[in-house]
């Protein structure tokens, strides 16, 4: 049997958290061209299945000369493509609170092996600050400018921690936020943040798709059941308005709702749109 095989350009590497007792698998992609200025830095959540197309999608819009060159950042788990783990994991790592009714649907899920917890989000932030970037600063050139990608349950993460660890991300590219999450959480988070800040100096790309509701039969009963109830886009244009509203300064904000895409297709789309447009905003 074929081992796994490594995208080429790209590092693998294990780094260990003291924070959260657990290995992430990080794999890096610097720019393929020879370039001595530090580089600005991409993190790129559920690398196990997105590292490839982010990855590629950097070099094209480099190639095209619609980003500058950086170094993405997958941020993953040492499983390979094992979806079940995978599945169970990020629900931990990406959502700041418990969902009870949501979490119980998936641990009903053949999607998850074991107990599906959440609450992880508020070491996992930390971990990508306090441990993740010390060591990238060690092991790369690299510029303090920092910009989150995350989708679905990674966009939750998104939400979560432009609104309660501002600074770290110079940029965040949002897609299919989970906002159903604990609702109405992320508005929660958002009019804290509102009651106690007059500005927010970001670069925000918001996106979902039009057809996020239209699922497989195929597709698992148990999470049919949460995204029947999941009103995405709905979600995403209301904190787009929200956030517009609030005539921040300094936050420059683009909500897109791609009529066509679904939940699963989102991804694909967000990469190219949403660094484009992040990296040229300003």
Same mark, same amino acid.
């Given at each position: ?19 959260? +007792? ?20 991409v993190y790129q959540t559920d690398a196990n299945f997105g590292i490839g197309f982010a990855a590629d999608m950097a070099t094209m819009l480099l190639m095209g000369g619609e980003i500058p060159p950086v170094l993405t950042v997958g941020i993953g788990y040492p499983v390979g493509g094992d979806i079940v783990y995978v599945t169970g994991r990020r629900m931990y790592d990406f959502?700041?609170?418990? +969902? ?50 995350? +989708? ?35 508005? +929660? ?94």
């Open positions: 049997m074929a081992g796994p095989q490594q995208l080429s350009l790209t590092q693998t590497h294990i780094v260990h958290s003291d924070l959260m +007792d657990f290995d992430f698998e990080i794999t890096t992609q610097g720019p393929p061209i020879d370039w001595p200025e530090p580089l600005p830095v959502s700041p609170t418990s +969902d009870e009714w949501q979490l119980g649907q998936l641990n009903a899920s053949p999607l998850v092996e074991g107990e599906v917890v959440g609450g992880g989000a508020p070491l996992f932030v930390r971990f990508m600050s306090e441990e993740l970037w010390p060591w990238l600063t060690e092991n790369f050139n690299v510029s303090d400018d920092r910009t989150y990608v995350g +989708d679905s349950m990674g966009g939750l993460f998104g939400c979560y921690t432009l609104f309660n660890h501002g600074g770290f991300f110079n940029r965040y590219v949002i897609g299919s936020p989970w906002i159903c999450w604990d609702h109405p959480l992320v508005y +929660d988070y958002e009019a804290a943040y509102a009651d106690a800040n007059d500005d927010l100096d970001a670069v925000v790309y918001l996106a979902a798709g039009g057809a996020e509701d239209v699922l497989s039969p195929a597709f698992d009963p148990g999470a049919t059941a949460i995204f029947e109830q999941a009103r995405t886009a709905e979600h995403t244009e209301r904190l787009g308005e929200l956030l517009a509203g609030r005539d921040y300064p300094n936050l420059r904000l683009k909500t897109m709702i791609w009529p066509e895409e679904t939940h699963f297709t989102v991804p694909y789309a967000l990469i190219a749109h949403g660094l484009r447009w992040v990296f040229n905003a300003g």
